[in-house]
């Protein structure tokens, strides 16, 4: 199978404007997104693709590999398949941009779902963590994922899911990272859908997978780092590089 990294990278953002290109050490947070994942040695190549001129020459002058999107996008999924739609590829990892401590050992156990006989039967899957602060559990910043006996998602949600009505059952609970691994046609249907009402509503734009009938392989990983949403957490990272 021909695999490719790409990570979607906007220069806007509402909680926290340009934050992609904020420093982190020596390198931007999209400098370490993009070169971590390099270094993992899993892909056949590399791409940022990006609305932004000051990314994609962050990127490209250094030596990388970027693509400047042609049309304004509602979602990572879209801006990916629009760069990716001429190219021969079987499968697509989308890495976030603000994701600066991706690492290989998460990455090769999504790629690994796609390679057995049931393997065949995946069309997106996706990573998920054990949450157990009980802030984070609250903080609809984080979004929850609940899962069947088989790890296929059944839905996501920014609120508590599932709720612990049974006080006496030990509640699990996973947060869902948005680093996804698709098969190109099933990326590409995507893009073909309207965007989806728990879509609109949640802001989660795996939704639409699920309310089109696709369900995403989940695959439980340790800790992966700390994805940069806010100043608060670039000042965690910090320390975490540290």
């Keep these: 199978m021909k695999k490719i990294a790409m990570i979607p990278a906007r220069y ?3 909680r926290f404007p340009a934050k992609l290109m904020q420093l982190l050490g020596e390198k931007t947070v999209i400098r ?11 892909f056949d190549t590399v791409y940022v693709v990006t609305d932004s001129d000051i990314i994609f020459e962050e990127i490209v002058s250094t030596g990388g590999k970027a693509i ?11 801006r990916i398949a629009e760069a990716v739609a001429d ?22 156990k999504l790629l690994q779902v796609f390679e057995d006989d ?23 910043n984080y979004v929850k994922v609940a899962v069947d006996k088989n790890m296929f998602s059944l839905m996501f949600s920014r609120s508590v899911i599932p709720y612990p009505r049974n006080q006496d059952n030990t509640t699990v609970y996973y947060e869902h990272i948005g680093v996804y691994a698709f098969r190109k046609e ?9 965007m989806t009402p728990l879509e609109l509503s949640e802001k989660i734009e795996c ?30 990272a910090a320390k975490l590089l540290e």
């Design 186 to 194: 099933a990326l590409m249907q995507f893009t073909h859908w309207e």
């Design 87 to 108: 190219l021969d590829i079987d499968i697509i990892v989308n890495v976030q941009g603000d994701e600066p401590f991706v690492k290989r050992g998460p990455l090769e």
């Design 118 to 140: 049931n393997g065949r039967k995946i069309q997106v899957a996706s990573l998920m963590q054990v949450m157990k602060d009980p802030g984070f559990i609250q903080d609809p």
């Design 68 to 78: 400047m999107s042609l049309k304004n996008h509602e979602s990572g999924s879209d």
């Design 207 to 236: 939704l639409r997978y699920l309310e089109n009938g696709i369900p995403l392989k989940m695959v439980v990983t340790d800790y992966m780092g700390i994805e940069i949403d806010m100043p608060e957490d670039l000042q965690r």
């Design 32 to 42: 370490h997104t993009y070169d971590n994942t390099v270094a993992t040695g899993l």
């Design 12 to 14: 806007a953002a509402t």
